[in-house]
């Protein structure tokens, strides 16, 4: 049985849960609270965050875009990444996209300073960034939309990672309710028939003690 | 032919160079002043930003970890991940470390504060994002040594994309001057070793007009 290190509103960590639970592959779920920077868990990822897989024997895989990776290479069908090395390279160009610029334009700027300063104490929320990333979700929900007109999915004509990771960094912005679907109509569309997907339901099911969601959050028909 | 979109001292895009190299892969490179925002170029990637590799029919791949991914499964051999799921792993884990850890702490508090804002005026450099900078590389180099004095290169014996990232990103901040050598003899032999290569020496031959890097910088012997 594998075994994930995991935050419940991490993005990395939902989307690598997204990803197993696609692949039909068995695991379970360990709360990570990294900022404690357990000695254990440091050996487990010297870069001490999370996801972190445990494979059969043991063995440490950190950082969701190595996660994925390897379980593309371990459990190849169904592949979340697509057929044909151009199709798995736009599927990882959004990827790449989501993880790494949304991450860094809104999901550092709204779950960043509004959830992690808050628990850790950790000083202010800083409100310049959190303005920004209210502003910088627009275009992103403009991007995705953009993409929901053209395909099926975001990467194409299958659901695959893209669509994965986009969902993730969004169900979180989302549980502290920081999406603006109503100006969106075409990325809510979109969204709603990710969040109909069995293999979405649990992050929709998770709750974090203190926080409550706003009531759309696990609302299918939102 | 391919074609690779760069700039000259952007880590990411030696990444590419590098591994294309490696693999012996002919490519041609242009030039793409990012800040420009031209019009094709966004085109091409709607991110703006190098390194963006044009294949032989003409579609565009961008991000160098999409473009590194793309070049192993099109040209397997000589892999630069490595064989297995787990050794992958291992690499693809050292080269997120290098590309997002070393990147974030090190490259962008000075690479971006003295290169980017000097030559696009974009205001002062930030002397406290520098000093962090020139700070954290200390524990990074630490670390490469750690790793070579336990393994032949750094994500095992066979020499791989984790040398290449760091790498990369270690000869950028090299050409500006700010890489502490005489302090890391770990990791200033695992250097040394990388810049030895053939692969390597286009990087060396490198010059920005009208900023000259320091005499050790080309040198194999510094």
């Known amino acids: 049985m594998l075994t994930l290190y995991h935050l ?79 199709e798995r390279a736009e599927t990882r160009r959004l990827v790449a996209w989501f993880d790494i610029k949304f991450g860094r334009e809104a999901s550092a700027n709204l779950l960043g300073e509004k959830l992690m300063k808050r628990f850790l104490r950790r000083g202010e929320p800083n409100s310049e960034a959190i303005r920004a990333g209210l502003e910088n979700i627009h275009y992103h929900l403009d991007y995705i939309a953009f993409l929901a007109e053209r395909r099926k999915w975001l990467g194409g004509e299958q659901f695959s990672l893209a669509d994965i990771a986009a969902a993730a960094h969004l169900s979180c912005i989302d549980y502290i309710g920081d999406v603006p679907w109503a100006k969106h109509p075409g990325a809510k569309d979109w969204y709603a028939r990710v969040k109909s997907r069995p293999t979405f339901r649990p992050l929709l099911a998770e709750r974090v003690p203190g926080l409550p969601p706003p009531a759309h959050y696990a609302d299918l028909d939102f």
Do not use: M
């Not at 039909?24 to 001490?48: H, M, Q, S, Y």
């Open 8 to 86: 419940a509103l991490s993005p990395y960590s939902r989307k690598v849960r997204v990803a197993l639970a696609e692949k039909g592959i068995a695991f379970t779920l360990k709360v990570e609270k990294v900022w404690e920077r357990r000695p254990d868990f440091l050996r487990l990822n010297p870069a001490c965050q999370v996801p972190v897989l445990i494979e059969e024997e043991g063995h440490a895989i950190p950082d969701s875009g190595v996660i994925c990776e390897y379980l593309e290479e371990r459990f190849p069908e169904p592949s979340l990444l697509g057929h044909g090395a151009l």
